[in-house]
């Protein structure tokens, strides 16, 4: 069955696809058709905690730098610009970075104080100031020290990609739901279109895979496979008491931990709550929601009891939990450019846990890279695909390969 002709296709609605497909739009693409085996948000972009901040300035990987930097600050443009128009639950905390002891003050805290990157307006808090600035939520005897970053935000990850959905939508685009692509349509080294589950056939001339955790499951079909490593990430959300909605976003490396108010509850994960995709029994099934809940009893069992003592007011029990599936690269930076061999096929993938963050200025990357609309103040290379030289047998490989964070 043939049908109509698009002037771009995405697939895939998560964060990264309706960011790009809004670019597209800026960019003067207008008539885009988004295709997604299920609804905005519904997979792992539902189930981000929302932080959004200047992680390149000490706390990202090592690798991150100015360019990261960059993206990181117009992607808080961008949210604080969507804030204004939609109700996206647009939080201008700031991002707190806390150390417990001397040691993890040492190793994390301190050298984001004087990091080359770190923005004009960081600054350090002692115990009795990380007190006053968490609403009196957190025990000053629980804290050595922090640093804050003003700039950081939060927002609602679902009702932030259904907004940029709605603008998209409102600009001509089409959205294409419970269909999944099965096929990279393509002929003479040129992508014409897509294929979905029902035999339907869509055609463009550009074709952007933003497919999350099943980006490979697509680009195998056309001989490629990214260099990804896939976890299964795990938020806790506590019961709803009082927490106050001034909390800054609340970081502590030394335990791995984030932390943030949603909904007068506590939200919070850490590595506890994580694992390999290739260490669990099955992965899930495209466009859902992984679901581990031993994943859950190991991040309880790890740092309720601490978390307790540093929220002593906070009613910790679990009320409810979700997972999503985060995919890292073998260089811990994100991937946005054409794929080798196919004129006018793209991806946009590669998150590392940080999509919600870099997802505006990836999208825009890559609708810049589409419409030929290339600047000269960024380093389009350092995202592009081409980069991998290397190739690697499987998930293990590519998780071995990965350069430590810091
Ligand atoms: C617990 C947790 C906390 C996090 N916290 C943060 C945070 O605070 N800040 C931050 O920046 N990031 C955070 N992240 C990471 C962030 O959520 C991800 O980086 C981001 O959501 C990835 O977006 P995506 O669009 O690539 O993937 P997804 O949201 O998974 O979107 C991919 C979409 O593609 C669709 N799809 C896949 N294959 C096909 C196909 N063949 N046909 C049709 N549709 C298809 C799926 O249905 C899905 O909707 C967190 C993640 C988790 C799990």
């Known amino acids: 069955m043939r049908t109509r002709h698009y002037g771009a296709i995405v697939v895939g609605g998560g964060i990264l696809g309706w960011s790009t497909a809004h670019h597209l739009q800026q960019q003067g693409i207008h008539d885009i058709a988004i295709i997604d085996v299920s609804h905005p948000g519904v997979a792992t972009t539902g189930a981000g905690a929302g932080f959004v901040g200047e992680w390149a300035a000490g706390f990202g990987p090592k690798g991150w730098g100015a360019n990261e930097l960059a993206l990181e600050q117009y992607s808080l443009a961008f949210y ?18 806390l150390a417990r002891s001397a040691h993890g003050y040492d190793s994390w805290i301190a050298p984001m104080l004087t990091h080359p ?5 960081t600054r350090a808090l002692n115990p009795s100031e990380i007190h006053a600035i968490s609403g009196g ?8 020290g922090a640093v804050y970053h003003p700039q950081g935000i939060q927002v609602h990850t679902t009702p932030a990609v259904v907004a940029i959905a709605h603008e998209v939508l409102r600009h001509g685009a089409t959205a294409i739901y419970g269909q999944q692509v099965v096929e990279l349509v393509h002929e003479n080294g040129h992508i014409s279109g897509v294929k979905t589950n029902t035999g339907q056939l869509y055609y463009a001339n550009q074709v952007i895979v933003a497919a ?3 980006s490979n499951t697509l680009l195998r079909t056309v001989g490629l496979t990214l260099p990804l490593y896939r976890v299964v990430a795990t938020r806790i959300i506590g019961q709803v008491c009082g927490v106050p909605d001034c909390l800054p976003t609340v970081m502590i490396p030394e335990q791995g931990a984030w932390i943030r108010e949603h909904r007068g509850a506590l939200m919070w994960g850490t590595g506890d709550g994580y694992a390999a995709v290739y260490d669990l029994p099955q992965i899930a099934t495209v466009g859902t929601r ?13 740092v309720q009891a601490s978390f307790q003592r540093l929220f002593p007011a906070v009613d910790m029990s679990v009320a409810n939990w979700t997972q999503g599936m985060p995919a890292y690269t073998a260089d811990r930076t994100f991937i946005a450019g054409a794929v080798p061999g196919i004129h006018g096929l793209w991806a946009v993938t590669g998150d590392n846990e940080a999509g919600v963050t870099h997802a505006p200025a990836l999208g825009r990357m890559l609708a810049e890279l589409v419409t030929q609309h290339a600047r000269t103040d960024i380093d389009y290379a350092k995202f592009g695909l081409e980069r991998f030289t290397h190739t690697y047998a499987d998930e293990q490989a590519v998780a071995a390969a990965m350069p430590p964070r810091r």
């Not at 604080?80 to 970075?97: E, M, P, S, V, Y």
């Not at 939520?137 to 050595?144: D, K, L, R, T």
């Open 212 to 214: 999350g955790a099943w």
């Open 290 to 302: 992984p679901y581990y809940p031993e994943l859950v009893t190991s991040l309880t069992n790890a």
């Open 80 to 97: 604080k610009a969507l804030g204004q128009r939609h109700d996206i639950h647009l939080r201008c905390n700031g991002n707190l970075f």
């Open 117 to 121: 990157l770190a923005p004009a307006d």
């Open 137 to 144: 939520s957190i025990a000053a005897n629980e804290v050595y």
